[in-house]
């Protein structure tokens, strides 16, 4: 619906009202759209509730995951933080297939429709999986044994999820984004808060999620605390639909697209690998770009412009706007690489984080005993108050400093977010040699199910310095990945920042796998323990940090000889 071609031309019409449409898209009737009566907040505020109701369910689920395979399902805990990550990273990474399904062939309205109606099945499905029993008394062989049973299916539905959620996350996001004519100057400021207040809302979904169905998880039942996000998920598909009539969507352009004009730009460049570097710049003084700094970088790719015959028979040889979006893309590469260090520490709070809390003293007054996955909601938290603190204040007082329209550029966004993990790692060490010392003190080191006399609440400047860090790092790359990749990339933009998280959480448990085999064996603990008190995940938080310090050196240099692709950056 959001590649409707109207085949109408306006360009004779001579009217005051031409001046408020909307140039680009039209509504869902195929209909050129007028400014004032679509796009922008009103359709927003739909987007953002939806992802609002979406993301109490994936934090419904992911949250409390560790609790539920060491608990019911009988998991170690190692075993169960690698499958926790491997889940994870798996869920990042599949928006890269939705994505490209999205930009290429259905349109961004249509997959995040179809992506709903599977996350409801398979929401439904992982609930179904908890009824089924785990008595295997009765089991005669053991073939039949139901624990296999509901394993299976239970993972079956747990990845049905992150491919549903693979098609919903960046094609409702990129949606969204959408709604704000990027050639208008109000609309463009508001598209920079619409990705402050996209966050704000999915944290706000989050928290709520996590401190609503953990505790019903770990109090009352399994079975619910996974069926409510079903509910939630079949009110956002309803959400979404109603706002149909306010969204714009994007019309069918002709020619090729943006995955085929970019393959023919690095074809064509390969074919003319033997060219020499006259021709080229006899090509590029002749397009005009000679002196452009951004056509200087990668300029091996401007053999692309170059044809051995001086013809141009079949479209052999590429526009330069073609050869300046595929050079837009290769940039991208080192600042998505340098940020993979973030994603490592970002996917700590869902697995060590938890365990630690399940060992602390968590009892609120004399009886209530808070579950240790709802600390997690204390980034939530401080996510919400920090947004609109930073939309609303650091904005501002910044765009007075630096003159810039945003305050500070994404680039600076991000190194920032990245500093702060950093220094969040430096906490959760130092809280764990803690909370060591105090087990030691009251001989509970061999106890792996004793609490140790050390409020929960120990843990939560770490969760609070992990809020601040997404909102400079996670929102920033939100909107740099967003804003950086061609009109028609722009799921895939956001697709990529959410592989950053996908690859981080598949390289912590690539790490958690390296630290398990080289600091046990021998019938001694390692870092990594069942028993977190005969553990060391000070070490590894230690060593996390480390990396993190390594992989932010490698963003600033990449950062400092990064072009931005317009001005959005500068």
Not at 168 to 187: I, L, M, N, R, S
Not at 302 to 324: F, P, Q, R, Y
Not at 358 to 377: K, N, V, W, Y
Request: aromatic letters at 12%; hydrophobic letters at 45%; proline letters at 3%.
């Amino acid at each position: 619906m959001d590649n409707t071609d109207t085949g109408t031309d306006y360009s004779g019409v001579n009217s005051p009202l031409l001046n408020n449409f909307v140039d680009g898209v039209v509504d869902y009737k195929g209909r050129p759209v007028l400014r004032s009566k679509s796009g922008c907040w009103r359709s927003a505020y739909f987007i953002i509730g939806v992802e609002v109701a979406e993301r109490f369910a994936y934090y419904g689920v992911s949250s409390n995951l560790i609790t539920y395979l060491t608990g019911p399902l009988g998991q170690s805990t190692a075993t169960a933080a690698e499958n926790v990550n491997i889940w994870s990273g798996t869920s990042s990474l599949l928006p890269l297939v939705g994505a490209f399904i999205a930009d290429a062939y259905l349109g961004r309205y249509l997959t995040a429709i179809l992506a709903s109606l599977l996350y409801i099945l398979a929401l439904a499905l992982l609930a179904f999986s908890t009824l089924i029993t785990s008595d295997c008394t009765n089991s005669i062989d053991g073939s039949s044994c139901s624990p296999q049973l509901q394993v299976v299916i239970f993972f079956i539905a747990l990845y049905l999820v992150a491919f549903a959620q693979s098609g919903h996350k960046p094609c409702v996001e990129a949606f969204g984004a959408d709604q704000f004519d990027a050639d208008d100057p109000e609309e463009l400021k508001s598209k920079s808060s619409f990705f402050n207040w996209w966050y704000f809302g999915l944290c706000a979904g989050a928290t709520v999620g996590i401190f609503v169905l953990s505790y019903i998880q770990d109090n009352l039942s399994w079975g619910l605390g996974f069926g409510i996000p079903c509910v939630m998920m079949g009110f956002a598909l309803i959400m979404f639909l109603f706002g149909t009539v306010t969204y714009r969507f994007g019309e069918k352009t002709q020619g090729k697209n943006a995955f085929a004009r970019i393959s023919h730009v690095f074809l064509t460049a390969a074919r003319n690998r033997r060219v020499t570097s006259l021709e080229i710049c006899a090509e590029e003084e002749a397009s005009g770009i000679m002196h452009h700094q951004d056509s200087q970088q990668f300029r091996f790719l401007n053999k692309a412009l170059v044809s051995h015959d001086g013809s141009n028979e079949h479209g052999t040889i590429c526009s330069v706007d073609d050869v300046e979006e595929a050079k837009a893309i290769l940039r991208l590469i080192p600042i998505w690489v340098s940020c993979l260090g973030y994603g490592i520490v970002f996917a700590q709070t869902s697995t060590f984080f938890t365990k630690q809390g399940a060992t602390m003293d968590r009892l609120i007054g004399s009886s209530f005993e808070i579950p240790p996955a709802t600390l997690q909601s204390f980034t939530g938290l401080s996510i919400i108050i920090l947004i609109p603190i930073y939309d609303t204040i650091l904005v501002p007082f910044t765009r007075a400093i630096t003159k810039k329209p945003y305050g500070i550029t994404m680039l600076q966004r991000i190194g920032i977010g990245i500093l702060v993990s950093i220094v969040s790692m430096g906490v959760a060490a130092i809280v764990e040699t803690k909370r060591l010392k105090v087990a030691r003190e009251y001989g509970l080191l061999d106890d792996p199910d004793a609490m140790i006399p050390m409020k929960i609440w120990w843990l939560l400047p770490q969760y609070l310095l992990v809020g601040a860090g997404e909102v400079f790092t996670i929102v920033g790359m939100q909107e740099f990945f967003y804003d950086q990749m061609p009109s028609d990339l722009k799921s895939i933009g956001l697709a990529l920042y959410l592989s950053v998280l996908g690859i981080g959480s598949f390289l912590s448990g690539f790490l958690i796998w390296i630290v398990e085999k080289t600091t046990g064996g021998n019938g001694e603990d390692g870092w990594i323990s069942d028993n977190l008190n005969h553990g060391h995940i000070d070490y590894l938080y230690y060593l996390l940090a480390g990396i993190s310090a390594v992989a932010f050196v490698m963003f600033v240099y990449s950062a400092k000889s990064y072009v931005y692709n317009g001005e959005r950056g500068k």
